[in-house]
């Protein structure tokens, strides 16, 4: 490698992106590429820095695979902060086994984080921490540390962990200051706003407060039982029943938490899961199966009775019951979160964060861009989403999950 090449790398890793761009930006051999690739991609020009990461991959020589499976993980990377989520996976897989075959310990660690923050960003968090191990991130210099911690933080925050969230962060703030590296200390901040921003709203006697994750922690420790409209289940501090695949059983549920320790009417249950504006035989004789159904769910944490006007939830242990609601909720919600990270999404990213279907999420976007909430640009495969970010709705709380309406 050349000095010049060998300078604009050390400028690029301290992050002085147009010291290195003067040293390459005429030059059109493969390390220069790849330069040139990850220095556009840190100025925000994500399609340029991926054609020219791709070209870099193609003109490397059979002989430097190691090379080139730097190039396909840093365009990876570029994947994933763009979110373009159905990127090559196994490619990614490939080019850290390449690394680590070739003892390039520093680059696999990088890869290994970039597979693991998709893991997390997607839900996938036992597959993300079985990802990293139990690796001694004290050896790694200052910004794969960081990047580390950023990934354990992220675990620790889907978990509700928030003790172990915050030390995670402190570590990484303290390897981002380390590096001197901006952008890394910006993005520390960023996910550490999340633990005091408000998480979801706590429902209980139709009275309602917006709550913070280690409140969130509290309640799920307490003798609570919870609805849950975030993660659609329903939990007490001893068992929790999962109601993502069971709309109209979760609707029943959160109906008969707000009207409890009263009973709520089979008109409002009716209306609730059925959206039946008239409470007919056929409505009552359907509520009374789906009663049943859920009842046989919620066996081990509740009971429900009939009343002489419908039916009351009756909690076997908790001695409350309380709604967990996302602080903004209205259709589409799930998706809402998802796009609140101010990034730009493709539609099939959507999907597989949200594990639906894609014409499901295309169908939702349509019809949130007709009403002005989001708004697409490019075409065809390179079509982006995005919103203005919502204050006070952090999407690393509220899980995406099946329940989707339209």
């Known amino acids: 490698m050349d000095s010049m090449i060998t300078a604009a790398a050390r400028l690029l890793a301290t992050g002085d992106l147009l010291g290195a761009l003067k040293r390459v930006a005429l030059r059109d051999d493969a390390p220069a590429l790849a330069l040139r690739g990850i220095a556009m991609a840190q100025l925000g020009d994500f399609a340029r ?179 849950d409209a975030c993660r659609y289940e329903i939990r007490d501090s001893s068992a929790r029943v999962s109601l993502a695949s069971r709309p109209v059983l979760f609707a029943l549920a959160r109906a008969l938490c707000e009207n409890w320790p009263g009973d709520a009417s089979r008109r409002d249950l009716i209306a609730s899961a059925f959206g039946g504006k008239e409470a007919d035989e056929s409505h009552r004789a359907r509520l009374r199966v789906e009663i049943g159904r859920l009842r046989s769910e919620l066996h081990a944490i509740a009971d429900i009775k009939a009343t002489g006007e419908g039916f009351a939830l009756h909690p076997l242990r908790a001695q409350a019951a309380v709604i967990l609601a996302p602080p903004v909720e209205e259709q589409y919600g799930s998706l809402l979160a998802l796009l609140a990270d101010g990034e730009a999404w493709s539609s099939s990213a959507l ?29 065809g495969p390179a079509r982006r989403w995005m919103i203005p970010s919502i204050p006070g709705f952090p999407s690393t709380l509220l899980l995406p999950g099946p329940l989707m309406n339209g």
């Not at 373009?84 to 696999?108: C, F, M, Q, W, Y």
């Not at 014409?359 to 939702?364: D, I």
Request: charged share 25%; with cysteine; glycine share 4%.
């Open 49 to 227: 820095a991926r054609a020219l990461l791709k070209s870099a991959a193609r003109a490397f020589g059979p002989r430097e695979a190691v090379a080139r499976a730097r190039c396909i993980v840093a365009e990876a990377e570029i994947a994933l902060v763009s979110r373009d989520l159905a990127g090559p996976i196994k490619t990614l897989a490939s080019a850290r086994a390449v690394l680590e075959a070739h003892g390039d310990r520093l680059n696999a660690a990088h890869a290994r984080h970039v597979e693991a923050r998709r893991l997390v960003l997607i839900g996938h968090v036992d597959q993300a921490e079985q990802l990293l191990g139990d690796r001694d991130a004290t050896r790694l210099p200052p910004p794969l540390r960081a990047a580390y911690e950023l990934v354990i933080a992220g675990i620790a925050i889907r978990r509700l962990q928030t003790k172990a969230a915050r030390v995670a962060l402190q570590r990484a703030a303290d390897a981002a200051m380390q590096a001197r590296i901006p952008a890394l200390v910006a993005e520390v901040e960023s996910v550490s706003r999340v633990m005091v921003m408000p998480a979801a709203r706590l429902i209980a006697r139709s009275h309602e407060r917006l709550v913070r994750l280690e409140d969130v922690e509290a309640l799920y420790a307490s003798d609570t039982l919870v609805v």
């Open 351 to 379: 999907a597989i964060a949200l594990g639906t279907g894609p014409r499901t999420v295309q169908r939702a976007l349509e019809a949130l861009a007709t009403a002005g909430k989001v708004q697409a640009f490019g075409r």
